[in-house]
Nanobody, 123 residues
Framework: QVQLVESGGGLVQTGGSLRLSCVAS????????MGWFRQAPGKERDFVAA????????WNADSVKGRFTISRDNAHNTVYLQMNTLKPEDTAVYYC????????????????WGQGTQVTVSA
């Protein structure tokens, strides 16, 4: 079992920045590929970004390219999502998860989800 706890969400104005953190505990492994997803009210859970175990490979949704950066600190079992130039359409609950196989862009390819952290961007 792996437990994931996200933090760092909050209310920010358009154009602002936030950094989300996801701390893993339990059967943690620095070899896990990790991902961030987000879910707005009434919408599906969408892929945001993912990072492989070394940090050498990252994947980003087109909607966040150039604005969001995923990174990790394996010594502290933590994955980060730096979000810059935030827009109202970025408003959602953000989740981190452990990748288990399949399409890295699909939420079905992930297991061990955190409880999420709310990000609200005001216009």
């Amino acid at each position: 079992q792996v437990q994931l706890v996200e933090s760092g969400g909050g209310l920010v104005q358009t154009g602002g920045s936030l950094r989300l953190s996801c701390v893993a505990s339990g059967r943690t492994s620095s070899t896990y590929t990790m991902g961030w997803f987000r879910q707005a009210p009434g919408k599906e859970r969408d892929f945001v970004a993912a990072i492989n175990w070394s940090g050498g490979n990252t994947w980003n949704a087109d909607s966040v390219k150039g604005r969001f950066t995923i990174s990790r600190d394996n010594a502290h079992n933590t994955v980060y999502l730096q979000m810059n130039t935030l827009k109202p359409e970025d408003t959602a609950v953000y989740y981190c998860a452990v990748y288990r196989g399949g399409s890295i862009y699909s939420n079905h390819a992930y297991t061990y989800w955190g409880q999420g952290t709310q990000v609200t961007v005001s216009a």
